[in-house]
């Protein structure tokens, strides 16, 4: 298989490099107008994102164009004086489909299972498909890369689990409450792991958002950003009588939040739950808060003891997905086998005799004896002539299969059921 | 006849413990092939047991309500007929292990010592005594499920507030969805031993024209319906949520249990048939 990629990715290039390699979508047109015109590449992936930058092209193995690919990447970065050979990573034939199914499974992740990977990866390959420069070979690589996300997906658990601090701190919510719709959550200090987690909460629907910080004018500037009422920090006690879920992210040096001060507020909710998530360092709230029935508290360390149980879990499945993508290079390399030119005259010969042979055999006794002779030869000759011209076509190409001959033994495979061979 | 009741008698715990299993599967591991079958094997398993209930009926010419091991077999086909609508109806999947435990040993013990009653005293033949049974059943198997839920609650509370994120975490779902599940089933329970209790004190006059308000199975009802009515209205009052509500189901459940077994094996009642 003449697959071949390129690529570097967070394992092999610091971030500052990975930053500089990235391609624009702007950059990414012009980019496969000179793949395709300057290299003479007839089919080409460039999948670009923040912690990668991969180049998937389909070449004749005799030539093996790492250098035109290295250098292609210097010139559309303007990258000469910072790209070093020993940032990429060269794969070919199975190396690089292997590549290409871990990478779409989420275990080439820097966060593993990371989801937005597979959408990603799909976008790169739509992209290139709008602009025509994948074929027949290509797209069954990166359908079966498609296939192998949706199973890593569906059959394991590899995405399951929230892996960052604001999502915890959110997943934690959802298995508290039912409907996050009908809940007013609360964000005190406007710090950016309190600010996401609070975007986090909006995303699942929260009823309302309330921000309070010290400086009133940072609270009406993240309450402007990603939408919310500002109350006054004074008055935030007073909040938690209406508010359900409590982000905290202040910065301060002694708790803003005592259990003492919680009394009076959890008489009046009743045993209505409030969940805080404290995620100030060093802690805003009281940890003797947690006391009261109703009263979740749980700070950072809490959160990342869940992030850190989900990434086991994550890791745990590595095995199982592994297995997955062996599964599809075989079915891949079988498929691609397949192909060869001689065993495919080979088997539609043989599938066309068995046929003569069958009715031949059925109608055998309506026929004298000296002529069955002859309707043995009359029969060879048809189904000899049936053969002439598609074995004349696929013979063209003669030994070194390119693009549309592959295409002509694939469709002739499907067509007759010699697939069902395989 | 006798051959298929005999037949569908060894074969029902067979089923409920396949249903264990693709339950415990699917809830230890999701994306198995038991997450795909365990409702539809949940669905066909209620079926077999209402056929094989059905066929009992029918052969021995009464409802299999006589004897406890046959009441105990009408308990599992209720708990798993009732998981099976609440299933459907909330579509939360992650609970059948907890609510089937209790129909698999209640069908084992009923499939090991059931026996045939041929004679049935004629007092048993009523229709209020069927309606009576039948409510009283459905009210049990509610409420044993609602405690289950309120297990559950509490269990997944615990996991939560002690910052143990074990696989009743990950599993389970939210705490409020669990406390109005385990909410409802004892509602429904409540209305369903509230009419037993009211069809069994109609029932009572024209079965033995003279009346035992003394009699200890009958005090034991009341003081379970009557504790049951308290949590119900304490909630609705107080409004009190969440674990202490858990805590009332669950315990109000062990309570109920008790109070059956001491009134069973420690007294004397009319109420006793067998």
Known sequence: ?422 | MNTTVDVLNILLPLLYGGLLFLYGRSFFKTASRADRLKTAALAVTVIIHLIYLLLRTILFNHPPITTPFEIMTVIAFCIAAAYLFIEGISKVHGTGLFVLIPAFFFQIISTLLISDLGEVPEILRSNLLGFHVTSALLGYAAIAVGAMYGLLYLMLYHDIKSNHFSVIYKRLPNLEILESMSFRSTLFGFICLSIAIGVGLLWLPIAFGEIFYSDPKLIGSLFIWVLYAVGLVSKRVAGWHGRKIAVLHVSAFIIAIFSITIVNFFFRSFHQFY
């Open chain 1, 1 to 422: 298989m003449n697959l071949l990629s390129i690529g570097a990715n967070h394992r092999t290039a610091p971030i500052d490099i990975r930053e500089r390699l990235y391609f624009s979508e702007k950059e990414l047109e012009r980019a496969y107008e000179v793949l395709l015109n300057k290299y003479g590449f007839k089919e080409a992936v460039i999948v670009s994102t923040c912690n990668r930058t991969e180049i998937y092209t389909v070449t004749n193995p005799f030539t093996m164009r790492y250098g035109d690919l290295l250098n292609f990447i210097k010139e559309q970065k303007n990258a000469s004086d910072f790209v070093k050979p020993e940032y990429f990573y060269r794969q070919f034939a199975s190396g690089a489909a292997n590549h290409l199914f871990s990478v779409a499974s989420g275990i080439d992740s820097m966060i593993v299972g990371d989801i937005q990977i597979l959408a990603q990866i799909k976008d790169a390959y739509y992209y290139a498909e709008q602009k025509k420069t994948t074929g027949f070979l290509m797209n069954r690589v990166f359908n079966t890369a498609f296939r192998v996300g949706k199973r890593a997906r569906n059959e394991t658990e590899i995405g399951e689990g929230a892996v960052s601090i604001s999502y915890a701190a959110v997943e934690l919510a959802s298995k508290i409450f039912a409907d996050l719709s009908k809940k007013r959550a609360l964000l005190i200090g406007a710090g950016e792991t309190g600010e996401l987690t609070a975007k986090h909460l909006k995303n699942k629907g929260i009823g309302e958002l309330r921000i309070t910080n010290r400086t009133r004018q940072r609270s009406q500037e993240l309450a402007d950003r990603i939408g919310g009422r500002v109350v006054e920090f004074e008055n935030f006690i007073g909040e938690l009588k209406q508010c359900d879920i409590v982000i905290s992210s202040i910065s301060s040096d002694e708790h803003i939040l005592k259990a003492p001060m919680l009394q009076g507020i959890m008489k009046q909710r009743g045993s209505e739950p409030l969940f805080i998530i404290d995620i100030g360092v060093p802690r805003n709230i009281d940890p003797a808060c947690n006391k009261y029935e109703s009263v979740f508290l749980h700070d950072i360390d809490s959160l990342k003891h869940i992030i850190d149980r989900n990434l086991e879990k994550r890791k745990a499945e590595i095995p199982i997905i592994e297995k997955i993508i062996r599964e599809e290079l075989v079915e891949l390399f079988k498929w691609y086998n397949s192909l060869k030119l001689n065993p495919t005259i080979s088997d539609l010969r043989q599938m066309f005799e068995f046929i003569r042979q069958a009715e031949v055999e059925k109608h055998i006794n309506r026929f004298n004896k000296d002529d069955r002779e002859l309707l043995d030869l009359v029969t060879k000759r048809i189904v000899n002539k049936l053969l002439h011209t598609p074995m004349t076509t696929l013979r063209t190409s003669n030994g070194d299969p390119q693009e549309d001959t592959l295409s002509h033994i694939s469709t002739i495979r499907k067509l007759f059921g010699l697939e069902r061979k395989d």
